[in-house]
C-alpha cells in the first residue's frame, strides 16, 4: 500500500514506478484526507509507502497531518518512504521518522531523488533549464531501477540528499515557510485567462472556484503551484514572484 502526495507530477511518476514494481495500491493523500479514510489494512507481509516531494526541507504538512490521523490494524513490518527534491532535503528523513514513531511504526527505508525543480514562489528561485530537468529525470528513472528492488527485498537502508545547513533549514525555515509563505492571496491572474478551469481540476486540495470565470483561491493551500504550472495561458501568477519564470509538469 503506497500513500502518496504531487502538485506538479515529479512524485506521482515515483509513485507509479515503485508502485508497479512492488505490485501495490496507490492511494493520493488529498483525496484520502477529504474523504475521511484514515483507517486501513495492510495484507499479510504488505509493506507502506510513502512518496512525497520536499517541501522547505521537509514534508509536506498535509502528508504529515495525514500521518498523524493514520490507523492500521497491524503495524507495518516494512515502511518506507521516497521523496523527490529539487536539490536538497535538509532533515527530512528525520521530520518523517518522528511522525511515524509517534504512531509506534518503524523506518526501515528510505531515498530521495533529484527531479526538476517546481518552487518559484519568492525571488531568487527558479526552474531548472530544459537540459538539466531532464537530466534530473534520467537519473532519477536509473536510480529508480535499483531502489525498487531494494524495496521489493525489503531491505533496510537510507539514501538521501541531505545538503548543507540542514538543521537551520528544516527546523527554523520550514515553520516560517509553513506560517508565512503558504498564503494563496497573492495568487492572481493575468488578462491572458481563458476561463478554462484547469487550475481546478489540477489542485489537489480543491482550494480554487470559477468566479465569473476567473480563479478564486480559498486559504488551503500547500503551495504545490500545479494551478501555476498547469495553465495553459500561463495567466496565473503568484505575486511578482513568478512573471517571466515559464512553467513545468512532469511529462509535459
Ligand atoms: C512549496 C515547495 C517547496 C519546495 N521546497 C524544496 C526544498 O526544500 N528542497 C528541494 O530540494 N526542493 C524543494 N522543492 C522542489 C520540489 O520538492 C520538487 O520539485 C518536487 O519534485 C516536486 O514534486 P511534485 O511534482 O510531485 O509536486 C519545493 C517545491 C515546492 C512547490
New binding site residues.
Partial sequence: MLFFF???????HVAETIAAGLNGSLIFIPEAAREGRYEYELAKGESLGFVF?????APPKLVLDFINKMSLKTDPDYLYFAC???????LTEKVFRKAIEAKGWSLSACFSVQ?????I?MPGFKLDTAENARRKIDAADADLKVLVPRLQNKEKFSKMIVGSLAWA?SRLVNPG?NRFATDDRKYHTTEACIHCGKCLSVCPLQNITLEDGRPVWHGHCT????CYHHCPANAIQYGKATEGKGQYC?GK
Fill in positions: 504531487s502538485g506538479c507530477g515529479n512524485s506521482r516531494p520536499v517541501y522547505s526541507w523527490t527534491c529539487g536539490d536538497e532535503c535538509g527531479m526538476p525543480e517546481t518552487y514562489g533549514k515557510f503551495m504545490c503551484m500545479a512532469f
